[in-house]
């Protein structure tokens, strides 16, 4: 139950921070926050990564319901080894999955307003979230050396 109280409280927190940026900024403003490298630049994804598949944006809410259900249902199996790291995990991807699909569902797109200079792409909190929990996951399923407990 904990761990799902951490879900909400990190999904409401990245929905609060998108809103607010997207009542503060004008679409493709630039906000230089440490000027040579990191500023806010406000942009309206339909689509994935990049705005990829934007195009066919009416197939990404069906797969995220997919994907999202199976990353759930993957948690739910128990596990005995680093289950700390394991549910940090998880947590993180799922936070970061619901905050972007509730975001599609509502408003037809993700807000995206985080860009590196020098690097392509602007993204989210969510999308922070989603790229720590792979991190965490894959230090996870190369550092356990046990098979899952079935029930």
Not at 39 to 53: H, P, S, V
Not at 72 to 86: A, T, V
Not at 90 to 104: P, T
């Amino acid at each position: 139950m904990k761990r799902l109280f951490v879900v909400v409280i990190l999904v409401l927190f990245d929905l609060v921070i998108k809103r607010w940026m997207d009542a503060q900024m004008d679409l493709d403003e630039v906000i230089q926050v440490i000027p040579g490298w990191l500023e806010w630049n406000l942009l309206y994804n339909e689509g994935i990564t990049g705005g990829r598949l934007s195009s066919v944006s009416w197939v990404i809410i069906p797969l995220q319901t997919i994907i999202l259900s199976w990353i759930f249902l993957w948690w739910s199996i128990p596990h005995d080894s680093k289950k700390k790291l394991r549910n940090l995990a998880f947590i993180l991807v799922i936070s970061g999955g619901l905050g972007n699909f509730i975001d599609r569902l509502f408003l037809g797109h993700v807000i995206d307003f985080i860009h590196i200079e020098g690097r392509s792409g602007i993204f989210n909190i969510a999308d922070v979230y989603i790229l720590l929990g792979f991190i965490a996951l894959a230090i996870w399923t190369f550092s356990a050396r046990e098979e899952p407990q079935y029930s």
